[in-house]
Structures are given as C-alpha cells and as structure tokens.
C-alpha cells in the first residue's frame, strides 16, 4: 500500500468555482503533513502546512483528520494561476513521502 | 530567503557516462538535504538523505554504488549517477532543510536527466 494515496484527477473546472479533494495516508503515526504545489516540469512548492485544527491561507483551506488518516485542501474561487497539481505530503521522522498529485485544470 | 539550485538543469549524456548534479543552499545553510526522483506522472520518491560531513543514508531498493552521494559542506551536496543507462531517465531533485524545521523543506529547481 503507498504512504501516501491522492485521486490523479484532473479536476476541470471553471474560474471562480470552488474545488475540494482528498489525500490519505497510511502511517498513524505521521507527524506533519502539507500540501505542496508542482507546475508541470518544476520543482514543488510548498502551498500550505495543515494543522489538525485546520487553517486557511486566503483562498485554500486544509484540514486534518487523524482518525481517518486524511487531509485535504480546499479552493475557493478559482483562478487560471491555480492550475497545477497539488501534492500531499506528509512527514514521518523528518522523511517526507509525497502522494502522486491532484491535477487540477480551471479554464476560462 | 531559503533559496536552493541546482545545477545542470537539464542533461543529455550518452549510455555508461556518470553526470554529477550539484545542489546548493544559497542563503542558509543545510544540516540535511534530501535527493528524489521522479517519473512522469509519479510521485517524488526519496533516494537518499545526505547529512554534512557523514555518509548518505540510502532509502530500500536505491543502489548506492549507482548514486554516489557527496555532502562537502553544509552549502553543498552532489550526486553523482554512475555509468548512466536509459532506465535512469528521470527527473532529479534536491531539497534542503533547516536544522529548525527538517520537515519543511526547500527544494531546488530539478535537474532533467536524459540518458541515450
């Protein structure tokens, strides 16, 4: 089973809407986890750290569930500029283990 | 701030020569880098950590005769991918991490490696 599972997409939508998806993982025992963005062809950027409270950073929010070992990220009114795929990410004793990402498409 | 390059960004080497790819921490210094690769369409997968001044410690399955790894300084880590064949088509990346916060960390803009 990988670490770190994420739903490949894509993800089409229109600006201004809002897009949600998920990420599980499999070690209960992860300690931090975060969302990461990759352009096609780049290096991944770190989006957001996700807490278990949950957090917002203008347009995305992340929430944790430990019980369900899930995290996920939400985009609220979508622009051009999000189109990418979003990694999860999470951290266990330093090491990170990367999903495959979410690909996500907003179109005009 | 937290600035990481890598440098070449993009190879294209024969079958059977080695290519070094250099990655360095240009406004910080790095206890820890972290070297990946990745397939297209595939998750980053970590090859090995590299911690300045001791030997790399490989993950499971990554051969460390193939991937020589060098952590001279705390500002630099190399690797190096010896007698090349095609199947090490891939994209490379390293990142560095603080000693405050190793598990967020500052990757490098990739090194695209072809292998004919």
């Known amino acids: 089973r990988k670490e770190v599972e994420q739903d490949p997409g894509p993800f089409n939508v229109p600006e201004g809407a809002t897009v949600a998806f998920n990420c599980t993982y499999s070690?209960?025992?992860?300690?931090?986890f975060f969302w990461y963005r990759q352009d096609c062809r780049k290096e991944p950027k770190l989006l957001m750290s996700?807490?278990?409270s949950g957090n917002e950073d203008g347009r995305f929010t992340a929430q944790l569930n430990r019980a369900s070992q899930y995290i996920s990220l939400l985009i609220r009114d979508s622009k051009l500029s999000d189109s990418a795929t979003y990694l999860c990410?999470?951290?266990?004793?330093?090491?990170?283990?990367f999903g495959a990402g979410t690909t996500v498409t907003v179109r005009a | 701030g937290a600035v990481v390059s890598q440098h070449p960004s993009r190879v294209i080497c024969k079958s059977g020569t080695s290519v070094k790819i250099e990655c360095r921490s240009l406004?910080?210094?790095?206890?820890?880098m972290f070297w990946y690769r990745q397939f297209p369409k595939k998750s980053l997968m970590l090859m090995a950590t590299?911690?300045?001044?001791?030997?790399?410690?490989?993950e499971q399955g990554v051969e460390k005769d193939k991937f020589l790894i060098n952590h001279a300084s705390l500002t630099l880590s190399t690797l190096t991918v010896t007698s090349a064949h095609p199947e090490d088509s891939s994209f490379y990346i390293c990142?560095?991490?603080?000693?405050?916060?190793?598990?967020?960390?500052?990757f490098g803009p990739g090194t695209r490696l072809t292998v004919l």
């Open positions: 990142s560095a991490g603080t000693s405050g916060r190793v598990d967020e960390q500052f």
């Open positions: 070690n209960s025992a992860s300690q931090s």
């Open positions: 996700v807490y278990s």
């Open positions: 990410v999470v951290s266990n004793d330093y090491k990170l283990s």
């Open positions: 406004d910080f210094q790095a206890t820890t």
């Open positions: 590299s911690n300045e001044g001791s030997k790399a410690t490989y």
